[in-house]
């Protein structure tokens, strides 16, 4: 990480010091991590933090916007809210007549990516570094990446953008250290052992949409569970559509599978005693 902040230095120098930051920030605990991160390293350059609505983020007890603006107050930062202009999540999946997969994310380019590149466009400065809250850590296809990279899409004879992943080398642990060491919250989505009481919280690892298509069978059992809403949303789309958001399987037939999975397992670590 020494290595790719001298290389940051050394491109602002490049650029005549006109360096601005644009850290992409959920409310999640990465962001936040990446977020005291950029403040601690340059705290003089033009900062500026941006959240994309996909329209499905979490909403209670407290909703990601709000929250996120909370963070970012503490570090002294505004947060703009960015959206895609015409659809929700929801929306872009009945539109589409199907939902994203992991080969095509269009939740993330459409609805993500997309509003904040036009955010990006619209910054007055020469030199932007584009700050993401991806880990190695999280997956074998995130590990792959580069840290740092130049953005073609949104460079310009004008304007020259890097991608920035500063969280890259933070396991989960060193995250949470850092949240519980800085007295930073973390969303009370959180499951309570990411808290540093461990006895509050709530029943999520990631902070994503409220049903994600990364959400594990034990997270959509739990989002079953707490946010009935979100998860009947999701199962009332799939009957609509007669497209399911896994290839094959229903929410409901993967939820009854996992509670019945759960109670079989239950069943036999009694016999144990």
Known sequence: MTQVLEQIRRLARDHGGDLAFVVNHSGGKDSARMLGFIRAKFPDAPTYAVMADTGFEHVSPISAADFAHARCAEFGLNLTVVRHPRRTYLEMVEQRGMFPS???????????????DKF??????????????????????????????????LSTRCRTVYNWLPVFDQTLSDVLAWHWRNAIRLHPVYVPEYHKDGSTGGYLRRFSCRV????????????????????????DLERKLKFTMRPGVSLVQIVEAHSSASIEEARQQSFCF
């Open 102 to 116: 992991p080969q095509f994310r269009q939740c993330t380019s459409d609805l993500k990516r997309g509003p904040i």
């Open 120 to 153: 990006i466009r619209s910054l007055p400065h020469n030199l932007i570094v584009n700050c993401l809250g991806i880990r190695s850590e999280e997956s074998n296809p995130r590990s792959r990446l580069s840290p740092l990279t130049r953005n073609q899409n």
């Open 212 to 235: 994600c298509i990364f959400s594990t069978d034990a997270d959509l059992a739990a989002i079953h569970l707490h946010d009935r809403a979100a998860f009947d949303a999701v199962a």
